[in-house]
């Protein structure tokens, strides 16, 4: 009999990360469930375990960091851990800049949280010499959009990080996996301002990645037009990509 999986996905009660939960549900998982909403995590959960997962949930504020890492401690080796809770802000209608108090709740939720995660369930990990981690940065990591700077800059800090941790524990065993998704369904997508092209179901989604993780690819990155476009705002010099980025209609 093969052993138990130990599965932890943070904002399971989102459009992605719930799709994501159910992707991986099935007997023989144990499914560690994060997030805020009561309802939806208990409606994600049920899912879940209609498919023959063991669910267990956790309700809690990733920005409450001593909680956040008491809980972590608890869990032991786990197989996988997706870092998938995240938030959004813009520039608005009125192209001003961010509300300080909102700048810092997505830092401390994108960033500081993912950060924080990583770095609790890797230690067990080592112990055990496998496990691994995928971290939900975006393609808006690759290029900052004039209209979510917050947001681009968290998702391109996660990215690096990402980056990082995949060369520093791949030689433990450690399997860390950047995901760079493009429009995706969402009550965050939508709200985000601009144009939104091929845009993909949760669903859709979590199949790519999940198929991704599997084959342990290092960065999992879609939809492929998308991905391509803007790859290339990366490569190219700045100036230009400022241009397209305008012309594209992400300038505020
Ligand atoms: N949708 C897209 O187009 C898109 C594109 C690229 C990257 N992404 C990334 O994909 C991830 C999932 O996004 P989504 O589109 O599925 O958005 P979503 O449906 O709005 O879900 C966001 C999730 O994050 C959780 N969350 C936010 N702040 C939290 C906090 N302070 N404490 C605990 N949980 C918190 C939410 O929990 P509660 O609702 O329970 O509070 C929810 O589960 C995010 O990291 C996002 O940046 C999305």
Redesign the pocket.
């Known amino acids: 009999m093969n052993p138990l999986q130990k599965i932890l996905i943070?904002?399971?009660?989102?459009?992605?990360?719930?799709a994501l939960a159910e992707a991986y549900a099935a007997p023989g998982v144990e499914l560690y469930l994060?997030?805020?909403?009561e309802a939806?995590?208990g409606s994600v959960a049920e899912r879940c375990a209609a498919l023959g997962a063991d669910v267990i949930c956790e309700r809690?504020?990733?920005?409450d960091t001593p909680v956040l890492h008491a809980w972590l401690s608890t869990l032991g080796p786990l197989d996988l851990v997706i870092i998938?809770?995240?938030?959004?802000s813009n520039i608005g209608p009125a192209s001003e800049p961010e509300p300080w108090s909102e700048v810092e709740?997505l830092l401390?939720?994108?960033l500081k949280?993912a950060l924080l995660i990583a770095q609790t369930v890797l230690l067990p990990m080592r112990e055990r010499g496998k496990g691994q981690i995928a971290l939900?940065?975006?393609?808006?990591g690759y290029f900052g959009l004039p209209v979510t700077p917050a947001?681009c800059a968290s998702?391109a800090g996660l990215k690096a990080y990402g980056e990082a941790l995949r060369g520093w524990l791949g030689p433990e065993g450690i399997r860390v996996n950047v995901i760079?998704?493009?429009?995706?369904?969402?009550?965050?997508?939508d709200g985000?301002p601009g144009p939104?092209p091929f845009?993909w179901s949760?669903e859709r989604a979590a199949r790519t990645i999940k198929r991704g993780l599997a084959r342990d690819k290092a960065r999992i990155s879609f939809p492929f037009p998308l991905n391509w476009g803007t790859w290339w705002l990366a490569v190219l010099p700045a100036a230009v990509s400022v241009r397209i980025v305008r012309w594209l209609g992400y300038g505020g």
């Not at 943070?10 to 719930?18: N, P, V, Y």
């Not at 994060?34 to 909403?37: A, D, K, L, P, V």
């Not at 998938?84 to 959004?88: D, E, L, P, R, S």
Request: charged share 15%; aromatic share 4%.
């Open positions: 943070t904002g399971a009660t989102g459009a992605i990360g719930g994060h997030g805020r909403n939806a995590l809690l504020d990733i920005r998938n809770a995240g938030m959004n709740a401390d939720v994108n949280a939900v940065s975006s393609l808006a947001y998702k760079m998704p493009g429009y995706v369904k969402s009550p965050m997508c985000m939104k845009m949760p």
